[in-house]
């Protein structure tokens, strides 16, 4: 090779230089593009299950909460009937003469 025939040729093989270039460039981004578009459907397999298992947990504490407010409402009225209860102590009356009657009647007295 002569420096002549280099010196002529010298636009033709840095065209064919830019263009191998462009060529292994453009391997290199369609292989970076397949790793990409692997590692976005992991992500999005992910973000899936993790989306699922939110709602698991979330239906979760929708129950737990449901019974955490039944139990505050049965604790209110236990603490009302034990106020009746403390309330009532002591106060032991007289049945009317009416349901005295009917009590006699029910329940008579045995000798």
Partial sequence: MSLVWLLRNLPM????????????GGMK????R?????KLEQ????????LVELERA??????????LARAAEEERRWILITNDLQ???????PLS??????AERLYPHSP
């Fill in 29 to 32: 981004l369609l292989g970076d």
């Fill in 97 to 102: 003469p009416l349901l005295g009657h009917t």
């Fill in 34 to 38: 397949g790793q990409l578009a692997a």
């Fill in 13 to 24: 093989l840095a065209v064919g230089l830019a263009c191998s270039l462009l060529v292994f």
């Fill in 43 to 50: 992500a999005q397999r992910q973000l899936t299950a993790a």
């Fill in 58 to 67: 979330e239906e979760a504490a929708r129950v737990h909460r449901a019974h």
């Fill in 87 to 93: 309330q009532m102590e002591g106060q032991d009356a």
